[in-house]
């Protein structure tokens, strides 16, 4: 087996600008307008050389991890409750899709939320699966194969081992 490249880096600045073509905040109420915009970046993705795509994967991966820190991911669900009035927690794709729609809402939003953890709340209940692949569409339409690239970060939940000091593993 041959070791992959690993991919180039994008600018945070660019990786941010082709975030905010999106469109805007991402939540369950505007799940289509999300959709096309994921639709729309991959367009866009796919358009440019292939070094932009696999940096935008990066950077993404990057991104998400960062986010995967335990004090967001044991918050309950924004909103609902088990039947007997507890809170309801997050599932660990729950936990991601949500880490998604932060990234989806833009960098003053991801900024706000790292700084301020208690602003991740609300988007327990928003969730943003499509960008996960906007860089593999766009990659694959690009140039006729997959996505057979491993980022430097593991955006899986509960990945990211200094952000869950509290987990066994």
């Known amino acids: 087996m041959t070791a992959q490249p690993e991919p180039a880096a994008l600018p945070w600045d660019r990786f941010w600008e082709l975030i905010d073509t999106l469109g805007g905040p991402a939540g369950t109420s505007r799940c289509a307008d999300l959709e096309d915009g994921c639709e729309r ?39 609902m409750s088990l039947p007997d009035g507890s809170p309801f927690p997050q599932s660990d794709d729950g936990f991601l899709y949500s880490r998604a729609a932060v990234v989806a809402a ?9 700084a301020r953890p208690e602003l991740f709340a609300p988007f327990t209940d928003a969730h943003a699966e499509c960008l996960l692949y906007v860089h593999e569409e766009a990659y694959e339409e690009a140039t006729g194969t997959e996505w057979d690239i491993d980022t430097r970060y593991d955006y899986e939940s509960c990945s990211n081992e200094e952000g869950w000091p509290g987990l066994a593993r």
């Not at 960098?107 to 790292?114: D, G, K, P, W």
């Open 41 to 79: 970046l991959t367009g866009l993705l796919a358009a440019e050389p292939v070094e932009v795509i696999t940096g935008f994967g990066e950077r993404l991966a990057e991104a998400l991890y960062r986010l995967d820190l335990e004090q967001l991911g044991t918050m309950p669900v924004h909103g």
């Open 106 to 114: 833009g960098r003053a939003t991801y900024t706000a939320v790292l």
